[in-house]
């Protein structure tokens, strides 16, 4: 039986004992609710997203930072003037249980143009909930505010005004009579239906896998896809994309839009205080070995399991007892036995004390196993950029990944790379990389530190310039 000793909710200071590798049910409504990405460790708490209310729109929205003081028109003037601001961005409050890293990618974004920028970029969260947080976790940059908006009833004056602008011409007055009174040149959103005037709308695609893994979807999900990337590449004004294969992908699938794409490689922020933390702590919590490889992928189809369960198990009829550590969440919506499956081959391939599952963990956690591993994998059969490989590169960890097109782009050091299709070829590279000692490398980890600060920084002007870009062309 695998080990698992996950300690419950922090908030709430709840403790799980050992169990076993079958998750257990959610927990009831009135359990503690762990903030940011983050479930009890062996439990499957998900929410559903829940259904925005027929005939409700965006009407009124309320900001916690004091707006600037003048009319409409004179603040969009006053906020792409010299002043408390040289630009004034709103980001939004991302709510999605089954896409974890997306959090972790906004946190990144904001922190690296507050540590270049300080004070010059104005951050503001928009949301339809009064919150400065990320999806519950508050950013590593301090926002400057909360942009909070509610909804008209159906079939009041506000309501009709707003339902002919948004379907006659594609334009959401609401959302933008307030975002203009609080003067934002811009926004960055995860998907659009109405742009907002004479506001930059920045529309973050991280990928479209639909298109490289259509298996993966059932036909009214890749139909539902295509629609919304399609309305959304209509109504943007700019198009950001973290790798050159994704924009490829965009070029083929919309090409009467593919110049409004801007390429922006993220880089991870890593606090301080990371790499000043013995991991062992982290590992003893867990009752983990001081030896280990390191798989913090969700448990998606695509994320490819399989493929490292086969590895482990051909090793160990080799004699080589490989232990792989895996976290992330267990659900995936589209297949929803994914993760049952495959904790039935750890037994059918009699391979239950090599793999061992944590569940969803803080992400100091994270990176803590990060650091003690021999090495970082990443099995992927897709990706539109690896989050994960880019924060082992930040911590100048080797990396095991998967032959893809992200993954050779990222070309990150001390990288090697197997065919996603053959258990073989990963097998052998496990063996080779279980043969590194554990633990973090000082000095290749401080060189790694080094490097991370000036790829935020190049992260952070890229982005500042693609808004003003965009700032321009909607106020020329």
Same mark, same amino acid.
């Given at each position: 039986?695998? !080990? +698992? ?67 409409? *028109? ?23 249980? &089954? ?34 947080? +990320? ?45 203009? !009174? ?10 659009? *239906? ?48 973290? *790798? ?54 969700? &448990? ?9 369960? !086969? ?31 495959? &904790? ?37 059969? &897709? ?24 993954? !050779? ?68």
């Amino acid at each position: 039986m695998p !080990r +698992i000793s996950p300690p419950g909710c922090k908030r709430c200071g709840g403790r799980a004992k050992p169990g076993r590798m079958e998750p257990e049910r959610p927990p009831p409504a009135s359990s503690c609710r762990d903030a940011g990405v983050r479930t009890p460790r062996n439990s499957l708490r998900w929410r559903a997203r829940q259904p925005r209310r027929l005939g409700t729109e965006p009407s009124v929205l309320s900001l916690s930072h004091r707006p600037a003081t003048a009319s409409r *028109s004179q603040n969009r003037v006053a906020a792409s003037e010299p002043g408390p601001h040289r630009l004034r961005i709103a980001v939004p409050s991302l709510d999605d249980e &089954f896409w974890t890293v997306g959090p972790i990618h906004m946190n990144g974004l904001l922190s690296a143009v507050r540590d270049t920028y300080a004070q010059q970029i104005g951050l503001f969260s928009f949301s339809s909930t009064v919150t400065e947080d +990320i999806c519950g976790q508050t950013p590593a940059a301090e926002l400057d505010g909360a942009i909070r908006y509610t909804y008209a009833p159906r079939w009041s004056v506000a309501w009709a005004e707003n339902w002919l602008s948004r379907h006659v011409r594609t334009r959401d007055v609401s959302v933008q009579r307030t975002l203009e !009174r609080y003067g934002i040149d811009a926004v960055l959103c995860t998907g659009l *239906s109405s742009g907002y005037g004479r506001i930059a709308t920045l529309w973050w695609l991280p990928d479209l896998q639909h298109l490289r893994l259509p298996e993966m979807f059932d036909a009214a999900d890749r139909a539902a896809r295509n629609s919304r990337f399609t309305r959304s590449s209509e109504v943007a004004t700019r198009i950001l994309v973290m *790798s050159h294969s994704v924009r490829l992908d965009f070029q083929a699938f919309a090409p009467k839009y593919a110049a409004k794409v801007r390429l922006l490689p993220p880089a991870s922020y890593i606090a301080d205080d990371v790499y000043q933390k013995d991991p062992l702590t982290v590992t003893r919590l867990y009752n983990l070995p001081d030896k280990f490889v390191y798989l913090p992928n969700q &448990f998606w189809k695509h994320k490819n399991h399989e493929l490292v369960i !086969r590895a482990v198990a051909v090793l160990k009829r080799r004699g080589i007892h490989v232990c792989v550590v895996c976290t992330g969440n267990l659900i995936d919506y589209r297949h929803p036995r994914q993760s049952s499956e495959l &904790f039935h081959k750890l037994s059918v391939w009699d391979v239950r004390e090599q793999v061992i599952y944590l569940g969803l963990l803080v992400r100091e956690e994270v990176l803590a196993l990060m650091r003690q591993s021999v090495g970082v994998l990443n099995p992927s059969l &897709f990706e539109g950029w690896g989050y994960t490989v880019d924060e082992a590169r930040s911590l100048g960890k080797s990396v095991l990944l998967s032959d893809i097109p992200a993954h !050779r782009e990222q070309n990150p050091p001390n990288a090697t790379y197997f065919d996603p299709f053959d258990c073989e070829d990963l097998a052998t590279k496990l063996a080779e990389a279980w043969e590194r000692d554990p633990g973090p490398d000082l000095a290749v980890e401080a060189a790694a530190r080094r490097r991370l600060q000036q790829r935020r920084r190049t992260y952070a002007e890229q982005f500042v310039a693609i808004a003003e870009e965009a700032v321009a062309e909607v106020r020329a």
